[in-house]
């Protein structure tokens, strides 16, 4: 079974612009997390998504936002970027809800200049 | 707000060594999930071990294995008989038990394997 998958992986962007990430799943999966992971901060929560519904969100400006088609599928966007948006953008899925292990994609190296 | 302290930036071991990672964590719930994640220089995080608060007796997978103190707070990684692809950060990580998927992460333990 194919593991959680990212794209692109690897992002340079100007401040001021916009971005998004995608992220499929596990077959199967259907909750969806995303953190940002970043040398200062470390791994922080940016929010999760069951049955195409946000159901929890990390404590980031609106300027992150989300959303998950009806395939499981996630992306995430970036508005008005900002050089500390740089980071490491890690997509992870579970069975359902509740369930106990998230397994996560290779991520998405964002880098605003 | 639960929280995660990995108080070891950096450890070393020899190789065929054992090492034990430490972690400990703040909680005031009695139903959770602990985690060590694996992240190498790929950058992908791994899942290296789980284990669940209500169980008492402690996770063990292949040559790694966890020391769980509930009472203590305390949750450490031992690898036994170290290995070169063992080298990478490691993570210990908590999520609550109550329908919320988040993951709550120490700051790492970037683990050495000296030949």
């Known amino acids: 079974k194919a593991g959680v998958t990212q794209t692109p992986r690897y992002l340079i962007k100007t401040r001021g612009q916009q971005v998004t990430l995608s992220c499929s799943p596990i077959?199967?999966?259907?909750?969806v997390s995303w953190y940002q992971q970043t040398p200062g901060q470390g791994l922080q929560f940016l929010f999760e998504?069951?049955?195409?519904?946000?159901?929890n969100k990390g404590n980031f400006p609106g300027r992150f936002s989300g959303r998950q088609f009806s395939n499981s599928r996630s992306e995430m966007n970036v508005s008005t970027l900002e050089l500390g948006d740089s980071a490491l953008y890690l997509c992870?899925?579970?069975?359902?809800?509740?369930?106990?292990?998230?397994?996560f994609g290779p991520g998405t190296r964002l880098t605003v200049l | 707000a639960q929280t995660v302290t990995q108080s070891q930036p950096e450890m070393s071991v020899q190789e065929a060594e054992t090492v034990t990672l430490s972690c400990t964590y703040d909680?005031?719930?009695?139903?959770?999930?602990l985690f060590w994640y694996k992240q190498p220089p790929s950058r992908q995080m791994i899942l290296v071990i789980r284990?669940?608060?209500?169980?008492?007796q402690n996770a063990t997978e292949n040559r790694f294995s966890v020391n769980f103190q509930k009472a203590a707070k305390s949750f450490s990684l031992k690898i036994s008989d170290s290995q070169l692809g063992d080298a990478a950060m490691y993570f210990c990580?908590?999520?609550?038990?109550?329908?919320?998927?988040?993951?709550?992460f120490g700051t790492g333990t970037r683990l050495t394997i000296i030949p």
């Open positions: 992870a899925s579970a069975l359902q809800l509740g369930t106990d292990t998230q397994y």
């Open positions: 077959s199967g999966h259907r909750s």
């Open positions: 998504y069951f049955s195409e519904t946000q159901r």
């Open positions: 909680t005031s719930e009695s139903d959770y999930y």
């Open positions: 284990q669940e608060a209500y169980k008492q």
């Open positions: 990580a908590y999520r609550s038990n109550f329908g919320n998927e988040k993951l709550t």
